[in-house]
Structures are given as C-alpha cells and as structure tokens.
C-alpha cells in the first residue's frame, strides 16, 4: 500500500533498524522463531539477536507527545512476566488471525506495557469511541475484528494523523490507494480522516489482500509494504507462503510491523492486569450521524447549537476548510444530545451569515465593458471613468448626465479638485 509511517513504535524501533544496516548484518539475515515447548532454538540466542533488532533507546515521549495522558496519573512499577505467560495470554485470545510469540513481540509488548503506560491508556480511551465503528464495518465484510488494532499502530487512532510520506488518517491512505477505494480528496474534504468512510476503504483493500495471499499474517505485511515486495519476499524464500519464513526479505520497517500488530493487541487486551490506570472519562461524547446534501460551513452550526467549533471539527475531522461542500450527501457527526436541535433549526443553520462563511465567492465575472463614447467602462454592472489631463468634476458629470453633488457623494470627494489617472465610480442615473 506504501511504507506507512507508523506513529506509534516505528519511530522509536524502525528509525534505528535503517541506521544500523549499513554496519551490522544480522539485520540481512534474522529470521525471528516462534518460542514454544517444541522450539530448537536456543531462546539465549534469539533474544542476543532480538537485542540487536530492537533494544533501542527510548523516546516515546517525543514520539508521542501529542497523545492527551493527563487522565491518567498511574506510576505502578510494571514487573515483566516470564514467557510462558505473555504466550498463554496471546492464545487466550479470540482471534482468527495467528498472534504467536517470540522474544521480539516481547519487546515490543514492553513497550506498551512498561515503558508506555500512559499512551496506553490514552489508547484505551480513544478505542472506546473508534472499535465499535470499526468493528460494525469490519463485521458487515465479514472480516476478523482483531484488526481493529491496526490503526493502532498506524495511527495510534488519531484520524488527523499524517505521516511524512504523505499517508492520512486512521488507517493511513495514501491518496492514490485512499482514491481507489472511494475516498473523497479535494480541498474541501480528505475521507482518509473520515472514521466511517475510511474504515469501509480499508475493509475494501484488506479483503482484496486475502484475495490475494488467504493468510493473515502476510496481508498484514502487504497493507504495511505492498503486495509486490510480500510477492517478491515468498519468491526469494523459495515459495514460502509464511510471515517468519519470508521475514528476512520483507523491507526493514515490515519486519516489525506484524510483531508490532500482535503487541499492540496484547496490551490493548491486557493493560489492566499490568497495572495501567483504567481509562476514565470518554473523550468523546454518544453521537448520531445525520447525512446533509446542503452546503454548510462548521460555524453556522456552532453558532446556532451548544457545541464548539474545536468539538465539531474532532467529530468531522474529513472536512479539512470547515465546510461541508453540499451538492450530494455528506455525512455531520453530532453529539446525540443535539442532533435532533440541528434538524429542527436547519433553515435558520444554514441561513446564518451564510453570506460571509457559505456564498463568499463569485459565481461569476463580467468583463469590462466599453459604455459609449463617454469613455467610460462597465464591470459587474458598475461604471466607471479614468479622469484625464484637463477633465473637470463638472465635465464629467455633464458626460455621465449626474450632478456635480451627487458625483462628489459617490466617490467621498470633499471638493471639486481632481487629478488625471485617478478613476471615479459612476452612479446610475
């Protein structure tokens, strides 16, 4: 789909795998094994590469800045827990899609739990408002609710999110991607920051994915990378059709973006047992979804109903200048509680200052118009004349057949001096 941006642990992981290749190997060749009762592998060993890939320094606090935490308040010191049970919860959980574990997914698993705490719970929150979205749509399609946690990772669920590639939203389209699966992108609206619309996009692109490879765990690789370098990886891991055996030729970045995925979605499961502050109070209120054909701009909302601009725009963050653009139906997320205030008072909504926020552009332009032999010129049905050297008030005003008076009050002329170059307005006689 693109090499996606991942806000939330690519920043702190991802960045760190490119500037090691140049010097360390292992990153060329690290195949990452599922730790299990039956494993070969020395778990010493996997964990010494496991360091390499991702015992990165810190820096969620820059990399998550913007996450709102001042609910949460929790200094609980999270112990880490031996293997067996981060794998025995992982298997608890009702999935569909095959979540294992290995000492990579462990690391990042802390990540969350240990050394995010408060992005986590704000994560929590946020998800109380977005997962029942995403898993209605997700159901319509007929597709596994568990990924309802990728845009967790690729978004850390801010539907305003954009990445330095150009990726957008919730599940961060790019806009040739974002377009062919039927998002609006103009001026006036970008659907990739519609929850709605973007997750029906989504649900489109991850079931042609399936189409494509009927496993999971690639299509997760192919929403992060493409389908061409998923294709390209099975090809050079002789045909192998499995996310740990065609690891080591998969880009950099999606080599974590699986672990990453099966992290976020154990700690979004498990967070209370590690000791997070539960998430508190619903950072978004219950709302309704009222679809509009009018032309209408955020404010005259706000300024008819008991709701604020800030709140309308983090409810309708698609509309990117405020306005609805009207002409077919759009969709205006309200709280519950004044939805049906907007549908009442619609006339006068929309007939507030709707000169100044909705009708403020001209619809069209006349050209000048010569209006005779007067030398005057007409443009959108005003006359006007440029004085000339030796042109008087009253000589002109003889031309244009006005008074001398009424062409001083026209123009705010306090005498009857004038100079060549200047242009006077005409009033209609």
Known sequence: ??????????????????????????????????????????????????????????????????????????????????????????????FVIEVPYNEVVRRYILRYVKHSPRQLASLQRK???????????????ELPFELCYLPVIESALNPQARS??????????????????????????????????STEAACRFLKALYGIFGDWNLVIAAYNCGPGNVNKAIHRAGGKRDFWSI??????????????FIAASYAMNYADVHGICPATDLLYPV?????????QHLKQIAANLDITI???????????????????????????????????????????????LIHNRRAEIDLMQRTGLNGGYSVNGVTYYKIKEGDTLGGIAAKFHVSVKRLKSFNGLTSDMIRAGKTLKIPNV
């Open 1 to 94: 789909m693109k090499q996606i941006f991942i806000i939330f642990f690519a920043t702190c992981s991802l960045l760190a795998i490119a500037q090691d290749s140049l010097s360390n190997p292992i990153l060329d060749s690290i195949v990452v094994a599922t730790i299990d009762s039956t494993s070969h592998i020395d778990s010493h060993d996997i964990c010494s590469k496991a360091d390499t890939l991702i015992d990165l320094p810190i820096f969620f606090d820059e990399a998550l800045a913007w996450l709102d935490t001042t609910e949460c308040n929790s200094d609980t010191l999270i112990t880490e827990l031996p293997d067996s049970v981060y794998k025995t919860r992982l298997q608890a959980l009702p």
């Open 127 to 141: 998800a109380e408002y977005y997962f029942p979205i995403f898993e209605d749509i997700l159901g319509k399609h």
């Open 164 to 197: 330095h590639m150009g990726a957008v939203g919730l599940w961060q389209f790019m806009p040739a991607t974002g377009k062919k699966y039927g998002l609006e992108i103009n001026s006036l609206i970008d659907e990739r920051m519609d929850p709605i619309r």
């Open 247 to 260: 690891y080591p030729f998969l880009p950099k970045e999606t080599r974590g973006y699986l672990p990453i």
């Open 287 to 295: 709302t309704d979804t009222i679809v509009t054909a009018e032309r």
């Open 310 to 356: 800030e709140e309308l725009r983090r409810l309708n963050p698609q509309y990117a200048r405020d306005i609805i653009p009207g002409g077919k139906e759009y969709a205006l997320c309200l709280p519950i509680a004044i939805s049906g205030a907007y549908i009442d008072q619609q006339d006068s909504i929309l007939a507030y200052q709707a000169k100044e």
